[in-house]
């Protein structure tokens, strides 16, 4: 599962904006190189976790490029640079 917080701190460390993509509801939510995260949708009632939680893709745009992960790619991404940075492990449910 991927966490708000995790996600966060992978933007800020990498300095990229991390776009989470529901393809099934069209929704979206930005984190920027700041950490800050931003529903684009006009619905208020969304929660930023939630569709985190749904996403099955993730666009990270690193200075004008884009690359666009799946759910497992970016998890893997995030767990290494964690790894490298000497972070604690981050927490993982097994499944």
Not at 31 to 53: F, H, M, P, W, Y
Not at 57 to 86: C, N, V, W, Y
């Amino acid at each position: 599962m991927i966490k708000l917080t995790e996600i966060r701190r992978y933007a800020i460390d990498r300095r990229v904006e991390i776009t989470a993509i529901d393809s099934a509801s069209g929704r979206k939510c930005v984190i920027n190189v700041r950490g800050q995260a931003l529903i684009k949708d006009k619905d208020r009632s969304l929660r930023i976790e939630d569709i985190i939680d749904s996403a099955d893709s993730f666009e990270l745009s690193p200075g004008g490029r884009s690359q666009l992960l799946t759910r497992d790619e970016i998890d893997a991404a995030m767990t290494s640079h964690f790894k490298s940075r000497g972070f604690s492990a981050v927490s993982r449910e097994e499944e």
